[in-house]
Nanobody, 114 residues
Framework: QVQLVESGGGLVQAGGSLRLSCAAS????????WGWYRQAPGKQRELVAQ???????NYADSVKGRFAISRDNAKKTLYLQMDSLRPEDTAVYYC????????WGQGTQVTVSS
């Protein structure tokens, strides 16, 4: 059973940066594509960044040029570097597998003040 643990969130001023981490247990990490999702209050969860097993990346238009997703297969860890943060980036951030989501972690809260 895969468990996901997100960390690295916090309170930051607009224009600031944060780096999120997602530690995955189990043996499926390296062979799968993974993504970072976020859910703001009153809104649906949305996919903001994804990375394939080969390292190809794709981003939602709203974060393109500001966020960078990366992975360390040896550590079974997914990262999200977030720069030039905006108040509209405020949300709970989650990681999960792109095809066939596993159980969701608790997420990590990101709050960007104006």
């Amino acid at each position: 059973q895969v468990q996901l643990v997100e960390s690295g969130g916090g309170l930051v001023q607009a224009g600031g940066s944060l780096r999120l981490s997602c530690a995955a247990s189990g043996s499926i990490f390296s062979i799968n594509a993974w993504g970072w999702y976020r859910q703001a209050p009153g809104k649906q969860r949305e996919l903001v960044a994804q990375i394939t097993s080969g390292g190809s990346t794709n981003y939602a238009d709203s974060v393109k040029g500001r966020f960078a997703i990366s992975r360390d297969n040896a550590k079974k860890t997914l990262y999200l570097q977030m720069d030039s943060l905006r108040p509209e980036d405020t949300a709970v951030y989650y990681c999960n597998r792109i095809r066939g989501a596993v159980g969701w972690g608790q997420g990590t809260q990101v709050t960007v003040s104006s």
